[in-house]
């Protein structure tokens, strides 16, 4: 049974009283409307239905009258990093406080803008289908997942500043792309753009320098998770990857969601985590051992198309790594985490054929075609739009 | 000849007249005073031999009397990013202002802290020498240089939270360290903590996301240089970098010196840069091809020694990228840079053995020692103090 509430929200809404996602809004400005007058403030809001809880309004009127909220200045701000280094005692007592409220403004009437200022963006590598078909694409099949794969959760510092919202336009980036033998190598437009399918952590308190966060602890450092696509650039990122790694085949666009759910509404959907064989060393292993069955949709809608079509169907319990286990990994050597910090899980794949994550994988590097609606497609082309869903739903 | 002041330089001072390097401070709180007082504002400075200039100062009275910084805020701020992102026009006339005036403090009486608030920290891989030899070490003597390192300078993201300032301590990091042949990896404090000399670009106005910068303009978005040392566990770093680059292995601290040294002050020392071959694609292919001439030295003093040894000799004019090619590669792709992110060169190696930038190189991964003082060394011990310096000086 689902919290009741006045508000009326579709039965088949992903933003039920149950999620309470946050994210940061201002209100669109009157169509025909005096184009002089100042654009509203940012502020923090919380999605019902299609409906957004306006938080600074909340928070000015006094509704929020827990203990650590009542005299705080947290949801008069343009970001979410001040709430998010409260800590979960706070998140705690917020989402309390507004499963009681109301005061509501349509999701239409609003545009939603990035929800934290992102001090770093790691991005891990924690889908054992991913790394392994990548390894044999680029590779080759012979031991294609890296030794150490199974004993840390591989990752790679991620561009901060080219992370944006969903809905802002992406940019198909120029650069050099590996060259066919000893020729010269190309430079022009992407013709491997693609997307990758993953969900990241939205970091809270964080620890000081030197200070690592302790596996069985990490829970308490996380606030919740966005949808991302880590766009890529296929022919840059093959060309430039060796030694350092991935750089600006990643670093034009990263998009997230506007919505961050919290840990406290997914926490119905957790479930446990793939069986770590190597066993972890001591500072991974973990008392919980726990994913959270999350559905996820790759759907592509070509400028022409009327429809979107369908590409994958993955889910984020196929992680072998657990976003604890990862935030954990990230402190071990005294690195220092910071609220709004965002870590990236890596290209969530299953292990069908029909699940994924990016198309990379599905067109085994552009070998094979995939089907929109009937028309062939290998890589992304101008004018698609890529839209990734999440939804868990208890069945009762 | 020296410009001329009343304020008494000593000769060898790194600071004269004519460097003018930025930074922030704050006043020391006097000893014996009461604790409960609090603690000074940081605000931006310029170093003019043992003293400080108080900008926030200087602007309160109304000094910058030009017409860009007259009515400017820039210089009440607790970092320098509203300055830079102001550009060279500002920077030129803060420069002949301050040439003309005196407010001075000692530097011993001051307390440098983090001049910019760093977006994100990006690292190049730029010296062949360099090059040459971590992929000999690391991957064995044939094409030891990656064939895509002739045709882009190589760069990874680094990890900005960490950046922290000179003096501040540094904490040996703990992580998984590579396993001798098919036995478990070893965990534990790093055995081979390292130095790297290197300088970082700090960047001025920057991008929006999707434009690049022209290499030809690229000079006016680069404010100044700082000395940097990116600290590296080469255990960590050897076990974890395959395929996506550096990761805790760096990111437990970097240090960057306390004073931006600004290219207008090293404009009478640029050089002529190493010639390319093969000749880089028009994107990379700049009219000015130039480094600067800056010898920088490396010592190491150990905690039980009285003095500091010098461990090499390397000069900036051995970057074979220069930082205009550097900063337009890094944009080409539509990335976005900020005012205050930081751009490494990567390991500033010369040609001679006595020239090499770290101590991976210098004793070739721990197989030859190093003499300080007459102590044999391998790698970092706890309580070394490791100092870089760097100083440019006209003959006359």
Redesign the interface.
Known sequence: MGLKSFVEVPDDSHFPLENLPYGIFRPKAPVGGDPSQAVAAPRPGVAIGDSVLDLSAISSAGLFDGPLLSNSQCFNQPSLNKFLAMGRPAWKEARATIQKLLSLIKQNEVEMVLPVVI??YTDF?SSMYHAKNC?TI??GPENPI?T?WF??P?????????V?VSGTDV?R????GHPVSSS??Y?GPSKKLDFELEMAVIVGPGNE??R?INVNEAYEHIFGLVLMNDWS?RD?QA???????????K???TTISPWIVTLEALEPFACDAPKQE?HP???LAEKKHMNYDIPLEVWIKPAEHEKAAIVTKSNFKHLYWTITQQLA??T???????PG?LLGTGTISGPEKESLGCLLELTWNGQNELSLNGSPQKFLEDGDEVIFTGYCKVCY
């Open positions: 001090g770093d590598f390894g680029f590779r890296p150490n004993h840390l591989i990752a790679y510092h991620g561009r901060a500043s080219s944006v940019i980036p120029s650069g050099q010269s190598p430079f320098l030197g690592p650039a840059i060309w430039e990857y060796v030694p350092l790694g991935p750089f600006l085949g670093s034009f666009s190597p060393l001591s500072y990994h990230h071990i050597n005294g690195c220092n985490l910071k910090d």
